[in-house]
C-alpha cells in the first residue's frame, strides 16, 4: 500500500509524525535520565493530538483514490 502524495495534507502528516516522533523520544529520555525535568505528559496529549488529526485528514491510497 502506497500514500499518494496528491492528498494535500499527506506530506503535512509525515512532517507532524516526524516532529511529535523526536519530541516523544527527547522527553522519554529525559523521563529516563532526568525525571524532574521531564514532560512525559505533554507529549503523549501531542501524540493523542496528532493521531486524531490524522485520522480525520488521513491518508489516502493510492486505491481509493482511484475509485
Known amino acids: 500500500m502506497k500514500t499518494s502524495l496528491k492528498n494535500q495534507y499527506a506530506y503535512v502528516n509525515q512532517v507532524l ?37 490524522v485520522e480525520k485528514y488521513g491518508y489516502k491510497l493510492e486505491k481509493e483514490i482511484e475509485k
Do not use: K, M
Open 17 to 53: 509524525i516526524a516532529v511529535v516522533s523526536a519530541v516523544l523520544g527527547y522527553n522519554l529520555y529525559q523521563e529516563i535520565v532526568h525525571p524532574e525535568n521531564s514532560r512525559l505528559t505533554i507529549s503523549i496529549i501531542l501524540v493523542v493530538l496528532t493521531y486524531i488529526l
